[in-house]
C-alpha cells in the first residue's frame, strides 16, 4: 500500500508547483517552469530508484534527497506516489476478495481435520519416540561399535608396520646370540630402511633407531675379532694345512706314476676349481642369511683332522680350514662399505704372517724334520691365499699373490742356500732334494711358477756332490786300508761267481784253471768297482724328478763320476801308495789291481748308459776319465816301485863298508861283497813277484834297479868324503860289479834282448876297466872316437878317482920314496892328471 500511494503523492506534489508558477510573472514563471520539469524528473529517477533498489542500499539515494532544496516537494511526489499505489492495490483486494474470503471458508474446514491430524501425529510421535529409545540406544551401541571397530582397525594397521619391526628385531637379537653377524646385518639393514620408516614415530622405535649404530658397530668389532682369530689359528696351523697340500700331492704323483690315464679324482680330494666353487656357492648361501650352522659360526678357522690317516681320503685345504669367517667379515665390512679397510688389513696382516712364515730356524739344517716343518709352513700359507684368491672376489688379487710369491721364493732360496751349506750328509741332502721337489710340485699344482727351486736344486746338485765325494774318499779309504794286497783266493765255484758279479773279470784262461785258485786282483778291485756304482745310483737318485732329459742326467753323472774318479779315487790311490810302510808286494799289487780297474771302465760306461738310456756313442757325450786315472795310479804305484825299491837298494848300500886304503890281493880268488850278495838276493826275490805285473813294468823296475846300484857305487867312488882309494879297493869293487853283471846276465826279469841290462853298468864298467888295466894310452888316443873303448868314462870322472888314487901314493912314498917303481908310478899319475886337464880343458874350449 505505501508504494501503491507513492505515486499519488507525486502527482500531489507535482500538481501543487504548478498552481503556484500561474500567480508568478511570466519571466519567473519560464525560469521556474524549467526549475521544476528537472526537479520533477530527479524526483522521478530517485523514486525509480527506491522502486527498484534493495532497501539496504536506499541510504545514499534518500541522502541525495536531503542534500537537496526540495525535500518537501519529494516528500509530496512519495505520498502521491503511495496513495497512487494504494489505489491499485485496493482495486486489485476488489477483484479478489470472493477468493479471498472462500479460502478462509475452506481453511477454517482445513482447521478441524489439522487439529485431527495433529492429535495423530502427536499420538504417532509419542509413540514413534517410544519406539525409537531401543533404536536409539541400539544405535548408540552401534556407534560405540563402530567407533572401536575403527580403532582396532587403526589398531591392526599400526600393528601391522610395528609387529614386523619387532619381529625382524627379535629374529636380529636371535641372530646375535648365534653369532650370525652376516645375516643379522642383513636383517639390521632391512629394519632400518624398510622397516622403522613404515613403523612410525614409537618411542621403542626412537630406542631401536638409536641401537641400529651400536650393533652394526659391535658385529663389526666381532666379525674382525673372529678373523683375527682366524688368521692367528691358520697361522699356528699352517704346517698341518702344508702338510696335508703336500701329502695330496704326492699321493697324486705316486697315482700318475702308476696308472697315468687314471682320473684325478680318484686321490680322494676334489678338484681345487670344484672346491673353490663350493665353498663359493657355501658363501653366497650364507650371505643369503640361511647358511652355516651355528658351529661353522663359532670356529676359529681350523677343522678336526685328528683320523684323517684313518681315512682313504686325504682332505684337501677347502676340507681342513673353514673359511667363513672370511667370507662372513667380507660380506659384513663390503654391506658397511668399508671393503677397501678390510682389504688392506687383511693383506697387511697376510704379509706380516708371510714373514713369520719365512724366516726359518736357526737350527733347520740340523734335521730333516726342520726342513719339513718350514716347508709345510709355505705350502700351508699360499695354500689358503690360492684358496682365498679363487673363492672371493677381489680380497686378493693375482698381482698380490703373485707378490707374496716372489718374496716367498727369494727368501726361501736364500734360506736353503745358507741352511744346506751346512749340510755334510748326503742322504740328508737327498732327502731334501726329494722334499724340495715335493715342495715345488705341490705349489706348482696350485698354479705357483717354481723354475727356480729347480735352478736351485741344480746349483745344490754340485754341492751334494762334492759331499758325495767326501764320502766315497772315507769310504775309499776304508776299502784301501782294509784291503790285504793279496789275489783273492776262491775254492768254490760259487765264490768264484760272487766275484765275478761284483766285477767284470773276463779271463778265459782263468777260467779254465780248476779249483781253487786265485783272482789276479785284491778284495779292492771288486769293492771299489761296486763303490763306484753306489756313487753312480747316488747321482741318479738325485737326477730323478728334476725335469731333465736323458741327456743331461747323463751328463751330469759322467761329469761327477768323472770327479770321482780323478780326484778323490785319484787321491786315494796316491795316499794308499804313497804311504809309509807299504812294501813292493803292496805296491805290485796295486799295479795289478788299477791294471784291472782301467780294463772295468767300458762297462762303467755301459752301466750309466743302461741306467740312463742314452747311448755311449752319443754326440757331445762326456766321456769318463777312468783311463787316465788308473794310469796315472798305475803310473805313480810305479814310480812308487822304482823308489822303493832304490830306497831299498839304499838301505843295502848302506851296509857297504869298502876299505878305499885296501892293498890288492895276490892269491886266491876275489869274492863279492856280503852286502852286494844279500842285495842280489833280495833283488832276484823281488823281481820273481813282478811276474804278474806287465812286461814293460817288470823290466824297467829291474832296468831301473840296475841303473841304481851302478849309480850308487860311482856315487861311493866320487863321494867328497872318500879322499884316498887304492887298486886294491878298485879290485874289490870290480869284483861287486861283476857279481851284479852276473845278476844282469841271468835275466831276472823276462823280457830283456841280448844283454840290455847290461848296459846298466856299462859307465861304471868301463871306469873300472880303465883303472883296473891302467889303458890310459888307449883312452888318451880314442877319446871323442865313436869307436872309444872307453866311450862312456867321462874326463872328469877320470880325473876325480885319479887323484884320489894320487893321494894314495903320496902318503905311501913318505915310507917308500927310494922305491925307484913307487916313484915311477907318481909320475905316470901325475902325467897322466895333467894330460887329462888338458884334454878337460881342449873339449870345454
Not at 474 to 494: A, G, H, K, M, W
Not at 617 to 625: C, E, F, G, P, S
Request: aromatic share 8%.
Amino acid at each position: 500500500m505505501t508504494h501503491g500511494a507513492q505515486p499519488v503523492r507525486s502527482a500531489q506534489l507535482s500538481s501543487a508547483p504548478l498552481g503556484s508558477a500561474q500567480l508568478s510573472s511570466e519571466p519567473t514563471r519560464a525560469t521556474c517552469r524549467m526549475a521544476s520539469v528537472e526537479t520533477a524528473a530527479e524526483h522521478e529517477r530517485i523514486l525509480r530508484e527506491i522502486e527498484s533498489t534493495d532497501t539496504n542500499c536506499i541510504g545514499p539515494t534518500l541522502r541525495s534527497v536531503y542534500d537537496g532544496q526540495e525535500h518537501g516537494l519529494f516528500m509530496d511526489k512519495l505520498d502521491a506516489r503511495i496513495r497512487n499505489h494504494d489505489r491499485e492495490i485496493e482495486k486489485m483486494c476488489n477483484h479478489h476478495f470472493q477468493g479471498f474470503v472462500d479460502s478462509i471458508t475452506e481453511l477454517l474446514k482445513v482447521r478441524g481435520e489439522a487439529q485431527k491430524l495433529k492429535s495423530q501425529v502427536i499420538e504417532t510421535n509419542k509413540c514413534l519416540q517410544d519406539d525409537g529409545k531401543d533404536l536409539m540406544s541400539s544405535m548408540e551401541d552401534l556407534k560405540q561399535c563402530r567407533v572401536q571397530q575403527r580403532n582396532i582397525a587403526t589398531t591392526i594397521d599400526k600393528l601391522t608396520h610395528c609387529l614386523p619391526v619387532l619381529e625382524m628385531y627379535s629374529r636380529l637379537q636371535e641372530q646375535m646370540r648365534a653369532k650370525r653377524y652376516y645375516p643379522a646385518l642383513r636383517t639390521l639393514e632391512q629394519l632400518e630402511h624398510t622397516c622403522l620408516p613404515k613403523a612410525g614415530q614409537y618411542r621403542f622405535c626412537s630406542i631401536m633407531a638409536e641401537n641400529i649404530p651400536k650393533l652394526r658397530t659391535q658385529i663389526r668389532d666381532t666379525a674382525m675379532t673372529q678373523l683375527r682369530d682366524f688368521l692367528e689359528s691358520i697361522r699356528k696351523h699352517s704346517d698341518k694345512i702344508g702338510e696335508t697340500a703336500i701329502k695330496q700331492a704326492q699321493l697324486q704323483r705316486s697315482l700318475d706314476s702308476s696308472v697315468s690315464t687314471q682320473p684325478r679324482a680318484l686321490i680322494g680330494r676334489r678338484p681345487r676349481k670344484e672346491a673353490a666353487a663350493a665353498a663359493a656357492a657355501g658363501a653366497t648361501q650364507q650371505s643369503d642369511g640361511q647358511g652355516g650352522s651355528p658351529l661353522s659360526e663359532q670356529d676359529s678357522g681350523i677343522l678336526d683332522v685328528e683320523d684323517e690317516e684313518e681315512d682313504e681320503e686325504v682332505p684337501g685345504a677347502q676340507d681342513l680350514v673353514d673359511f667363513s669367517p672370511v667370507y662372513r667379515c667380507l660380506h659384513i665390512y663390503t654391506v658397511l662399505g668399508l671393503r677397501d679397510v678390510f682389504e688392506n688389513y687383511y693383506r697387511k696382516q697376510r704379509r706380516k704372517q708371510a714373514r713369520l712364515v719365512l724366516q726359518p730356524h736357526s737350527n733347520m739344517h740340523e734335521t730333516l724334520e726342520g726342513y719339513r716343518r718350514y716347508f709345510n709352513q709355505i705350502v700351508g700359507f699360499f695354500v689358503v691365499e690360492d684358496h682365498i684368491l679363487h673363492t672371493t672376489q677381489g680380497l686378493v688379487n693375482r698381482a698380490y699373490v703373485e707378490e707374496l710369491w716372489e718374496l716367498a721364493l727369494s727368501k726361501i732360496i736364500a734360506a736353503l742356500r745358507t741352511h744346506s751349506s751346512y749340510c755334510d750328509d748326503p742322504d740328508l741332502v737327498l732327502d731334501l732334494k726329494n722334499l724340495i721337489v715335493l715342495f715345488a710340485d705341490t705349489l706348482q699344482g696350485y698354479g705357483f711358477p717354481v723354475s727356480q727351486l729347480f735352478d736351485m736344486l741344480l746349483e745344490m746338485r754340485e754341492q751334494y756332490g762334492e759331499i758325495l765325494l767326501k764320502k766315497w774318499n772315507i769310504t775309499f779309504r776304508q776299502v784301501l786300508d782294509q784291503d790285504n794286497y793279496s789275489p783273492i783266493p776262491v775254492s768254490t765255484e760259487q765264490e768264484y761267481k760272487h766275484y765275478t758279479s761284483q766285477f767284470p773279470l773276463q779271463d778265459p784262461e782263468l777260467d779254465k784253471l780248476p779249483f781253487p785258485k786265485k783272482l789276479p786282483f785284491s778284495e779292492f778291485v771288486p769293492k771299489v768297482y761296486c763303490q763306484l756304482k753306489e756313487f753312480i745310483y747316488a747321482c741318479l737318485k738325485y737326477s730323478e724328478d728334476l725335469h731333465l732329459s736323458s741327456t743331461e742326467v747323463d751328463d751330469m753323472i759322467r761329469k761327477s763320476t768323472n770327479l770321482l774318479l780323478t780326484r778323490t779315487l785319484s787321491h786315494c790311490l796316491q795316499y794308499a801308495i804313497k804311504k809309509k810302510n807299504v812294501g813292493l808286494a803292496e805296491l805290485v799289487q796295486v799295479i795289478i789291481n788299477t791294471t784291472h780297474l782301467e780294463q772295468s771302465c767300458h762297462f762303467l760306461e755301459e752301466f750309466i748308459s743302461n741306467i740312463t738310456n742314452v747311448p755311449p756313442d752319443t754326440v757331445n757325450a762326456t766321456k769318463l776319465y777312468g783311463t787316465s786315472t788308473f794310469k796315472d795310479a798305475r803310473h805313480a804305484a810305479e814310480a812308487e816301485i822304482y823308489t822303493s825299491l832304490n830306497a831299498k837298494i839304499d838301505q843295502f848300500l848302506q851296509l857297504a863298508d869298502y876299505d878305499w886304503m885296501a892293498a890288492v890281493q895276490t892269491g886266491g880268488t876275489p869274492t863279492a861283497s856280503d852286502y852286494l850278495i844279500d842285495l842280489i838276493a833280495f833283488l832276484k826275490s823281488t823281481f820273481s813277484v813282478f811276474t804278474n805285473l806287465p812286461g814293460k813294468v817288470a823290466q824297467t823296475a829291474c832296468m831301473s834297479a840296475c841303473k841304481h846300484i851302478s849309480t850308487s857305487l860311482m856315487q861311493l867312488l866320487l863321494d867328497p868324503e872318500v879322499r884316498q882309494i887304492s887298486m886294491g879297493a878298485l879290485h874289490q869293487l870290480n869284483t861287486d860289479v861283476k857279481e851284479c853283471e852276473s845278476f844282469a846276465r841271468a835275466g831276472p826279469v823276462a823280457g830283456f834282448q841280448g844283454d840290455t841290462l847290461l848296459l846298466a853298468f856299462s859307465d861304471l864298467r868301463q871306469l873300472l876297466e880303465l883303472f883296473t888295466q891302467w889303458d890310459w894310452s888307449t883312452y888318451l888316443a880314442d877319446y871323442g872316437k865313436p869307436t872309444c873303448k872307453y866311450l862312456r868314462v867321462n874326463p872328469h870322472t877320470a880325473l876325480a878317482l885319479l887323484e884320489k888314487m894320487r893321494e894314495t901314493s903320496r902318503k905311501n912314498n913318505v915310507f917308500a920314496q927310494f922305491r925307484k917303481t913307487d916313484r915311477d908310478r907318481q909320475k905316470l899319475i901325475d902325467t897322466i892328471i895333467k894330460q887329462l886337464r888338458n884334454l878337460i880343458a881342449q873339449h870345454h874350449t
